[in-house]
């Protein structure tokens, strides 16, 4: 006892714990792995804006290291890419939704992009493709990810895939179609007045579009 007594108290060591990856649930497989970083993604573009979120921030909101992101994206670029088209492939579905696919061809086409107007610009990751101030409508077009969404939101028109005759044919329309929705996702109308805007501006596109796909 005296013994102990000399040596005093123990001493009080400082323990950090590590947080569990992934929050402490670990992804089934790749794909699960990468939905949950494109989630995290998405979570910090909506937080902090298109430009904000660093491949840091989004491992640290993902709950794992940077080196597990570049296990599945190359670069923080790749990784907004990726997150980019994810979105502009969930707004398609629901446009398509919206344009019922037993409607004329011209009906389907203007539900879908009064639909467009209604919910791009709730999206950040589909929203600066149709800032003015920022992007060139004709420069947007050139743009691969930007080509391979219009191609498949025109095939919308027709009901199904579009032909390389067809889709040179849909170019000029959409960026016809692009400047109009940038103008009224920027200042949005309201009610039916969408529609309208779209069905008077469009006219003349729409009527010159044969109603039978190119071959």
């Not at 902090?48 to 080196?67: F, I, K, M, T």
């Not at 019922?100 to 990751?125: H, N, S």
């Not at 060139?136 to 005759?165: E, I, M, S, W």
Request: charged letters at 30%; one cysteine or more.
């Amino acid at each position: 006892l005296p013994t102990l007594i000399a040596l005093g108290p123990p001493a009080r060591y400082s323990v950090r714990m590590r947080k569990a990856p992934w929050g402490g649930s670990v992804p089934r497989n790749e794909t699960e792995a990468r939905d949950r970083l494109l989630d995290a993604t998405e979570r910090c573009v909506r937080r902090d804006g298109v430009e904000g979120p660093s491949l840091a921030s989004v491992a640290a909101e993902a709950g794992v290291s940077r080196r597990t992101v570049y296990r599945y994206f190359a670069s923080g670029q790749e990784l907004l890419a990726a997150a980019e088209i994810r979105a502009g492939g969930g707004l398609l579905d629901r446009l398509r939704r919206a344009a019922d696919p037993k409607l004329a061809p011209r009906e389907r086409l203007l539900r879908a992009l009064v639909a467009f107007v209604e919910e791009a610009p709730t999206d950040p990751l589909v929203s600066r493709y149709l800032d003015p101030e920022a992007l060139d409508p004709a420069t947007v077009l050139n743009d691969d990810t930007v080509r391979r969404a219009l191609t498949q939101f025109a095939a919308v028109y027709y009901g199904k895939p579009l032909t390389k005759r067809a889709a040179r044919e849909f170019r000029d329309l959409g960026e016809l179609t692009m400047r109009i929705l940038m103008s009224l996702c920027m200042v949005p109308a309201k009610g039916r007045r969408t529609r309208r805007l779209i069905e008077l501006t469009l006219h003349r596109a729409l009527d010159d579009l044969p109603t039978q796909m190119p071959k």
